[in-house]
């Protein structure tokens, strides 16, 4: 007899984008199978509801394509996955500054994206001018986020070395310099995209800001 494989609360939570507190009513309430082992939760992996996500996972995940995105390449791979966009994008940068596509700057693209019904948000540490300037998109400031990475459509991930800046990912008007050595992974895998939205949103919203020791950030802080 196949012996029974059980998730735990954390697990499940993550696995349904869902809080912990959210999956242990749908346990009293019997959405989700499961019983107590003292004072924690084991859920039954065979169930209808997990095994639909599971399935969705994993037939996402053996498609799933890595490609490792070295210097200029950036600007190519980016330009490619912006102008694709079709419901949302999510960035996290160091230094947000000007840079240009078909001689437009970013800001105002994103503006006319987020004008089209396309979900933008960038969070970054140095706006370099742009939190002066009204955006239709949502910029958010944080003194701490040095992390880089790029989600477009929830459907593929960067996570690598390059901000938004000309030397990174585009070319500024007003220069020709070379481009910086950049490094950065481009991926279609599920988990990992699921991951990376998770911290994304969890750094997005702020929840840090009440605790943050950060000198000098308080006029971006709640």
């Given at each position: 007899m196949a012996r029974t494989k059980y998730y735990h609360v954390d697990e499940v939570a993550e696995l349904l984008n869902k809080t912990s507190d959210e999956i242990r009513f749908m346990l009293k309430n019997k959405d989700l199978k499961g019983h107590k082992l003292g004072?924690?939760?084991?859920i039954d992996m065979n169930q209808p509801l997990l095994n639909e996500i599971l399935k969705k996972s994993e037939s996402k995940e053996e498609k799933a394509i890595y490609r490792y995105i070295i210097d200029s390449e950036h600007e190519l791979f980016f330009r490619e996955q912006l102008f694709s966009v079709k419901k949302s994008l999510y960035i996290a940068t160091c230094d947000f500054k000007k840079v240009y596509f078909e001689g437009e700057?970013?800001?105002?693209i994103?503006?006319?994206m987020a004008n089209n019904g396309i979900k933008v948000?960038?969070?970054?540490?140095?706006?370099?001018?742009?939190?002066k300037v009204k955006q239709d998109f949502e910029l958010i400031i944080c003194d701490k986020c040095h992390m880089k990475l790029f989600i477009f459509d929830e459907e593929t991930?960067?996570?690598?070395?390059?901000?938004?800046t000309s030397a990174a990912i585009g070319r500024n008007t007003e220069s020709r310099r070379a481009y910086n050595h950049e490094a950065g992974i481009l991926t279609t895998d599920f988990t990992l995209i699921k991951q990376a939205l998770n911290h994304f949103n969890l750094v997005a919203e702020q929840q840090e800001c009440k605790t943050c020791k950060k000198k000098g950030c308080k006029q971006y802080c709640p």
């Open positions: 004072r924690r939760w084991l700057e970013l800001a105002t994103l503006n006319r948000v960038v969070k970054c540490m140095n706006p370099h001018g742009h939190n991930l960067y996570i690598g070395s390059a901000n938004l």
